[in-house]
């Protein structure tokens, strides 16, 4: 199974910050890498898909980058709706596997 | 707007089966452009994969649950169902039946707890 290994587990920051995460996959895995955002007691909502695509009516503060095996989700201004867990996943090959979360507070 | 949504017992007791299923609506589970996918998430864990049907019945599963899983299609009603056999307690989680296509998961139901417990 390909490993995803998100940096950092969790963060603390304001409202207006610039945040980012990574996700490192344990090869490569070219641009099959898509995020999701998860609030307390909902289902995980896709953000971005193909490392750069941003999902339909996502608020385009957020973007991501990357290809082989280095990934990066940043959120440019941080709103107060931004606060929950984000989570990678990869596409590339079956199991499909994703990160194991960022948690996203606010300081 | 596609919508899924699970059911079936939220409590199922050690050595029994696991049974869900998936309702979906706004859409048909026909689709030749679409897996139907379950994930499954322990209490404060991270998401686990479990496997997925296309319409053609064939069936993916993850590796570490291969030999206790089975997904199934029922066109007739726009249904997919999840049988997870010989459960302990470390099947406890949220399940979520999900829709893939074009590479990533877009549309989720809302999830629906199980408890595996005597």
Redesign the interface.
């Known amino acids: ?1 390909i490993q995803m290994t998100q940096s950092p587990s969790s963060l603390s920051a304001s409202v207006g910050d610039r945040v980012t995460i990574t996700c490192r996959a344990s090869q490569s895995i070219s641009t ?1 890498l ?1 995020w ?1 955002q998860q609030k307390p007691g ?5 953000l971005i ?2 490392a750069s695509n941003l ?1 339909s009516g996502v608020p385009s503060r957020f973007s991501g980058r990357g290809s082989g095996t280095d990934f990066t989700l940043t959120v440019s201004s941080l709103q107060p709706e931004d606060f929950a867990t984000y ?1 990678c ?1 990869h ?1 590339y090959t ?8 960022t948690n996203l507070d606010i300081k | 707007q596609v919508q899924l949504q699970e059911s079936g017992p939220g409590l199922v007791k050690p050595s029994q089966t696991l049974s869900l299923t998936c309702t979906v609506s706004g859409g048909s589970i026909s689709s030749d452009s679409h897996y139907w996918t379950w994930i499954r998430q322990p209490a404060g864990k991270g998401l686990e994969w479990i496997g997925r049907i296309y319409i053609s019945g064939n069936t993916n599963y993850n590796p570490s649950l291969t030999s206790r899983v089975s997904i199934s299609l029922d066109t007739s009603k726009n249904q997919f169902s999840l049988k997870l056999s010989s459960v302990t307690a470390a099947d406890t989680a949220v399940y979520y039946c999900v829709r893939y296509g074009y590479w990533y998961f877009d549309y989720w139901g809302p999830g629906i707890l199980v408890t595996v417990s005597s």
């Not at chain 1, 079956?94 to 979360?101: D, K």
């Open positions: 199974d099959y898509n999701y909902t289902a995980p909502k896709l898909y193909a999902q989570y996943q596409s079956l199991p499909y596997t994703f990160g194991q979360g």
